[in-house]
């Protein structure tokens, strides 16, 4: 896999029929699996939009063993995989309650046939132990996994535990997946995961990444993910960018919508390198440790209808407390735009009817001068543009002149904010300065030698000639406004002045949290 790392750094470096509970947030049975309590979100002086309470109130599978399914035992090692082994394509496995185990070998694992399905009754659990790197691994197509737990499995860095091989086709739905190291899930092309709980995992509740790509048609759906990167690995690896609650490497396709992402140890939502058309709607994105929603080097995305409250108060304050004048916030489009030629739905990044309440900070538009195509400070190493397949094409002299002057970068272009309402209150956010920035900004450009953007060309751009543009906005609280570079922090008056033009027809009532 890639290497990645945070980009948003001041200095330049060279280096079926579901029962969703989004809608409700119902109930599942009185027999369901015992559950660790999960927070409830708090109160606020927004309309709170109900939530995917899954993991404190799991849906139950069938009881009995549907027709023609296969029981499994749990009191026989391995019985599991052995019988996917012996079984042909297309077979349902029903798990009986209790606790499953794979045989006591790091490799042991579960190797489905295309179209397999495995249901679990109410208390049945697949349990790593400790020992097993991978539960469902292999690359078999189709295969649905429902109403079961999985738990205690021991993938490396970067790897996932139930569809280990980022096989096409699968359906996970109505599962817990926690307790893992590594990621929860991988994913597949037209992978549907739906009203699933994930969480506490070591690194990711799911890490849609597939070598070569062809992720397309992604659907998450009514999931709580919570409590992920529990093996803190930006402390381990700093900078790695290897982090999230989901992760989303070269996805083109992608319905984000109705989940509770809450309490991860990093970002909530972090799409990273040529993602595109993606829909993020009606979430409920909070108390994340870092961003809620970090859409970095990609295109063409709808953020709409989405709740987002208490973020980024460990990693914006920690970078504060550091003297960092950059302005982190809740959402951060990162070398992001909207690109014409691409298709998707969209042909811009559109940012509207959101609630953002007493985050770190509001929306960042961040494009970095120095990381383009071929550079070395283009740390999504070996990547280029979705507009240059031939990253070697980047290069002097024929980078300096058009098409590749424009198609070797990532843009921050086309970008549309508007009609969102942004709350802070410093009192809760318990700050005094940093954390109530709304930006569009860049460095001055130094690195490599024979960059053609260095200088100010690249915050010319992004703040005037990008077509990035905030309007019909409510503001609640001391904001303020950040242009061009970190330094010019300007009043909301300088901001819809002359000079800049952006918020037309947006009111502040600078009142709240003073």
């Not at 939502?269 to 929603?293: I, R």
Request: net charge negative; proline share 6%.
């Amino acid at each position: 896999m890639r290497n990645t790392r945070r980009h948003w750094v001041w200095a330049a470096a060279p280096l079926a029929a579901l029962a969703l509970l989004t809608a409700t947030g119902c109930d599942g049975p009185p027999d369901a699996p015992a559950s660790r309590p999960t927070a409830a979100p708090s109160t606020s002086t927004s309309a709170a939009r109900a939530v995917a309470r899954v993991c404190a109130h799991p849906a139950a599978g069938p009881a009995k063993a549907p027709a023609g399914a296969v029981p499994v035992d749990p009191a026989v090692v391995g019985d599991l995989a052995a019988k996917t082994k012996s079984s042909p394509p297309h077979t349902t496995f029903w798990l009986r309650p209790g606790r499953h185990r794979l045989d006591p070998d790091r490799y042991a694992q579960v190797v489905p046939k295309t179209g397999d399905s495995y249901l679990g009754a109410p208390g049945a659990v697949l349990d790593g132990g400790k020992k097993n790197q991978y539960a469902f691994a292999g690359t078999a197509r189709d295969v649905t996994i429902r109403y079961l737990t999985v738990q205690r499995f021991v993938a490396p860095q970067n790897e996932g535990v139930v569809n280990h091989d980022s096989a096409d086709g699968w359906v996970i739905e109505h599962t817990t997946v926690q307790d893992n190291s590594g990621a929860g899930l991988m994913a597949g092309a037209r992978q549907r995961v739906r009203a699933n709980c994930l969480r506490d995992n070591g690194q990711y509740g799911m890490n849609a990444y597939k070598s070569g790509g062809g992720i397309t048609g992604l659907v998450v759906e009514g999931n709580e993910i919570t409590g992920n990167n529990t093996d803190d690995w930006e402390r381990r690896q700093q900078g790695c960018g290897c982090t999230g609650g989901i992760k989303f490497w070269d996805v083109d396709g992608a319905d984000i919508r109705g989940n509770w992402v809450h309490g991860n140890h990093g970002a909530g939502l972090w799409a990273d390198t040529d993602n595109n058309d993606f829909l993020v709607e009606e979430n409920v994105l909070e108390s994340n440790d870092g961003a809620a929603l970090i859409y970095e080097t990609s295109y063409n995305a709808i953020i709409r209808d989405n709740t987002v409250r208490r973020n980024n108060w460990t990693e914006g304050r920690r970078y504060a407390d550091r003297g960092d004048t950059f302005p982190y916030a809740a959402l951060y489009l990162s070398e992001s735009g909207g690109e014409p030629r691409i298709r998707a739905r969209t042909d811009h990044i559109e940012v509207y009817r959101n609630v953002l309440e007493d985050n770190w900070s509001g929306i960042t538009l961040w494009e970095n001068a120095d990381r383009f195509c071929n550079s070395p400070a283009n740390t999504s190493s070996g990547d280029c543009t979705l507009l240059v397949k031939d990253t070697r094409r980047c290069a002097e002299p024929a980078i300096a002149k058009a098409p590749l002057y424009g198609d070797c970068r990532w843009k921050t272009q086309r970008v549309d904010i508007h009609d969102n309402r942004f709350v802070l209150d410093k009192s809760v956010v318990d700050c005094t300065q940093m954390c109530d920035r709304m930006a569009v900004l860049s460095n001055y450009g130094t690195y490599p030698d024979w960059s053609p953007y260095k200088g100010e060309k690249v915050a010319e751009a992004i703040t005037y000639r990008q077509h990035n543009r905030w309007h019909g906005n409510v503001y609640v609280g001391p904001w303020k406004f950040v242009a061009y570079d970190p330094s010019r922090v300007l009043d909301f008056d300088d901001w819809q002045g002359p000079d800049y033009r952006q918020d037309a027809g947006s009111t502040l009532d600078p009142g709240a949290g003073d």
